[in-house]
């Protein structure tokens, strides 16, 4: 669902120091009473490491240059750069450069020779597993991951913001972790799980919206009365919310589910649709900024997928 404008719970990274920021960002907001471990560790990852920065370096070189001999060469040298036994800030970091150099499964074979402590550790291990298994697309382990980390750091899953991309300025894109594991287990054809999780959260709006919509795409046998009422739900939420490309895309659902049911019911819905078009028409010939993208946030093309 994107990150929530405002919330500066994430530090811009510098490369492995970086890194340990992000993460002691995380513990910080999570274990506040936990904050000297972060530091610890931050303070860990500042020793030298010869070696790793050269080779993360020369790893973005053969990937902008599509140097895929040389690339393979440079993630077998990440693995073995740092061999066990290390600190839990030297693994982060060695994992996390073998995730900048796109080796994620080598990452996780990394993070394994690290068994975190309960608390702060076990935060900061199960974000960057999590990191790996999405890299790595094992569906499996991500969602794992993702139940370690929202039990580790105490918080409920749709109020995990979880660190997904970057953005040019290094600042971190968040999504909740209840959005993240509903994705990875539609993704392990665990549909019915999925659409149970998403229709768990208490969101309103636009977030409530497309996760109605979602569940319900993902609910096939779910009986056709319920699934009306659940869109009509999103609907609501999406008219809330001022989302009227996100509201036209449900009554389109809505009536697809009708699709072989001439009678009132559909006539009314067509008739709303009509009624809907003409005012996004309206909004985009008076001013067209304010009609949201397909897939903009709010628009009802955006992804719900990790």
């Known amino acids: ?28 907001c999570v274990l506040p009473g936990q904050l000297w471990q972060a530091a610890a560790l931050a303070q860990q990852a500042s020793q030298p490491r010869p070696g790793l920065d050269a080779l993360e370096q020369a790893c973005r070189e053969a990937r902008a240059q599509g140097d895929l001999k040389a690339l393979k060469q440079l993630q077998l040298a990440l693995l073995q750069v740092r061999p066990a036994p290390q600190p ?25 020779r690290y068994s975190p402590s309960p608390g702060a550790e076990q935060v900061q291990w199960s974000l960057l597993q999590w990191r790996a298994a999405n890299g790595a697309l094992d569906h499996r382990l991500a969602a794992s991951a993702l139940r370690r980390l929202a039990s580790a750091s105490g918080r409920n899953l749709e109020a995990l913001l979880v660190p997904v991309v970057q953005d040019a300025n290094g600042r971190w894109q968040t999504r909740s972790a209840l959005d993240l594991l509903a994705a990875h287990l539609e993704a392990q054809g665990l549909r019915d799980q999925a659409a149970e999780l998403l229709l768990s959260g208490r969101a309103t709006g636009v977030v409530a919206a497309q996760r109605l919509s979602q569940a319900v795409t993902w609910s096939p046998a779910m009986p056709p009365e319920l699934r ?8 609501a939420q999406a008219a809330a919310a001022g989302a009227w490309g996100l509201a036209a895309a449900v009554l389109d ?5 009708l699709a072989d049911q001439p009678g009132p019911a559909r006539q009314k819905l067509e008739e709303r649709r009509r009624r809907l078009g003409r005012r996004l028409d309206d909004a985009a010939a008076l001013n067209p900024e304010t009609v949201r993208s397909p897939r903009a946030p709010g628009g009802h093309a955006a992804a719900v997928q990790p």
């Open 1 to 28: 669902m994107g990150s929530e404008p405002g919330r500066e719970a994430w530090l811009q990274p510098r490369r492995a120091i970086g890194l340990l920021s992000l993460l002691a960002a995380l513990v910080g």
């Open 88 to 112: 839990l800030a030297v693994v982060l970091a060695n994992a996390d450069a073998l995730m900048r150099c796109g080796a994620p499964d080598s990452a996780l074979l990394v993070l394994n």
């Open 228 to 235: 009306q009422r659940w869109l009509e739900q999103a609907l």
């Open 253 to 257: 659902q809505q009536l697809a589910l």
